[in-house]
């Protein structure tokens, strides 16, 4: 029988528990999850400051402290291209075939949607709290970001020194005004 497979993409700077409660979510719907790891040229910017490597490790250790069977989802970077008309071709092209685009941004589901796959918006979790956005601004501001993304992922964050790598980012910012 063939899997079904779903893609949900973002840019996961990091990965946080609305992510992993979509992931799972997904995963009671379809047979295999594909993980996008969105903008993954981008690091060392203020919006984005890990490496799509980095990304990597962070997801990838959270889904295993969550128990998420590994035989299940694959974790894929890909690259933002300059043309919006043929990027949903682009993500085709590097992932496992998939049916099923879960995405709450809007450019994404219309792109999808014009290429024929079915759109699913996952429901948000307290959106007000779980965004990047949050966790980064948390981190710069001494507050307890870590209460926002899996133990695992803080752990990473803080062997790479992923708190001094984003404060200086911002010092940096803020000089060059
Ligand atoms: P994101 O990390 O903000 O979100 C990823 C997904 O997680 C979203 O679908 C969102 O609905 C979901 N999510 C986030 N917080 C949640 C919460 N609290 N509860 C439940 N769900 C939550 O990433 P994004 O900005 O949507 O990523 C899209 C990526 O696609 C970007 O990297 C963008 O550059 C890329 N993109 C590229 C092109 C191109 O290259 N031409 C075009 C379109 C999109």
Redo the contacts with the bound molecule.
């Keep these: 029988m063939n899997k079904i497979r779903g893609i949900?993409?973002?840019?996961?700077q990091p990965i946080h528990n609305?992510?992993m409660?979509?992931i799972k979510k997904i995963l009671e719907e379809v047979d295999e999850i594909i993980i996008g790891i969105?903008?993954a040229q981008l690091s060392h910017e203020a919006k984005d400051p890990f490496t799509a490597g980095e990304r990597i490790v962070m997801i990838s250790h959270a889904l295993v402290e969550a128990d998420i069977d590994p035989s299940k989802y694959y974790i894929i970077p890909m690259q933002?291209?300059n043309?919006?008309a043929i990027?949903a071709s682009h993500v085709k092209m590097v992932t496992p075939p998939f049916s099923i685009v879960?995405?709450?941004?809007s450019?994404?589901k219309q792109?999808f949607a014009e290429e024929g796959f079915e759109v699913r918006q996952?429901?948000?979790?307290?959106?007000l709290h779980?965004?990047?956005t949050e966790v980064r601004k948390r981190i710069l501001e001494d507050g307890n970001w870590q209460e926002l993304v899996p133990k695992a992922t803080a752990n990473v964050i803080k062997e790479i020194n992923g708190v001094e790598r984003i404060k200086n980012l911002s010092v940096k910012e803020i000089s060059e005004i």
């Design positions: 949900l993409i973002g840019r996961m609305g992510h409660q979509v969105g903008s933002d291209i043309y919006n990027w879960y995405s709450g941004n450019l994404v792109l996952p429901p948000l979790y307290d959106r779980l965004s990047g």
